[in-house]
């Protein structure tokens, strides 16, 4: 394990829907090899509330209710990953969202972040995890909420001891409305929308690697780890 967490690897990527286990996976593979997990939704809001010239110009955007543009968005993720505790490697969260912003991350790491004086040149280890849509479902329409303490139960897959009932207080589990059937669908429709393009960026480069969501947790992590471990 000291090995592990000591090494220089590529960046990773993890391509997925909502629901496909994208978040506990990025945490395992943080926990293993000791490199962060950057979400752009973190970067966003940090540079929101340092003011930085990037956060202001974000904020106004997003108090028109549009989204973020690129050239507002890659710049922060530029300044993120240039931290030293990057250097090592990471793992990026909501990020590239399309196929633009993968080809600019690639050109990025080329040509700044992985120069000669790191002693490497490499770009991400992109892997899609891919699951059943019905099974999406099924983890999607599980999850409960508590509306005391915000705890998140899953009844298929991590239910409170008592049904419905939170653990920790008592308090009778809600469906949020973003986990209501007919939301999640239309969530999982703009997903592939959206995302669909990265992975045919990926998979044209020859790039993309894909396993078995489906699988139990702790396979799905095995995998994970064979295609880091093993990448060349």
Request: net charge negative; with cysteine.
């Amino acid at each position: 394990m000291a090995g592990e967490s000591s090494r220089t690897i590529e960046p990773v990527i993890l391509l997925g829907a909502p629901g496909a286990g994208k978040g506990t996976q990025a945490k395992r593979i943080e926990q293993r090899y000791h490199i962060p997990q950057i979400s752009t939704g973190d970067i966003l809001r940090q540079n929101i509330k340092a003011g930085t010239p990037l956060g202001h110009a974000a904020k106004a955007v997003m108090e028109r209710g549009q989204l973020v543009p690129d050239e507002l968005v890659c710049p922060m993720v530029a300044d993120r990953i240039r931290e030293i505790d990057c250097e090592r490697g990471f793992i990026l969260d909501g990020f590239p969202r399309t196929a633009a912003q993968a080809g600019w991350l690639d050109a990025f790491l080329e040509n700044e972040f992985f120069d000669n004086s790191h002693g490497c040149n490499r770009l991400p280890i992109v892997i899609s995890m891919d699951v059943d849509y019905n099974e999406l479902l099924r983890r999607l329409t599980g999850r409960r909420s508590c509306p005391t303490c915000g705890r998140i139960y899953n009844v298929h897959l991590q239910p409170p001891k008592v049904d419905e009932l939170c653990d920790n207080d008592g308090s009778k589990l809600v469906i949020r409305d973003d986990d209501r059937e007919e939301v999640i669908r239309e969530r999982l429709n703009e997903f592939v929308r959206q995302t669909r393009p990265v992975a045919d960026y990926y998979q044209a480069k020859g790039r993309l690697k894909t396993v078995n969501g489906d699988l139990p947790m702790d396979q799905v992590t095995a995998q994970i780890f064979c295609i880091i471990d093993n990448h060349v």
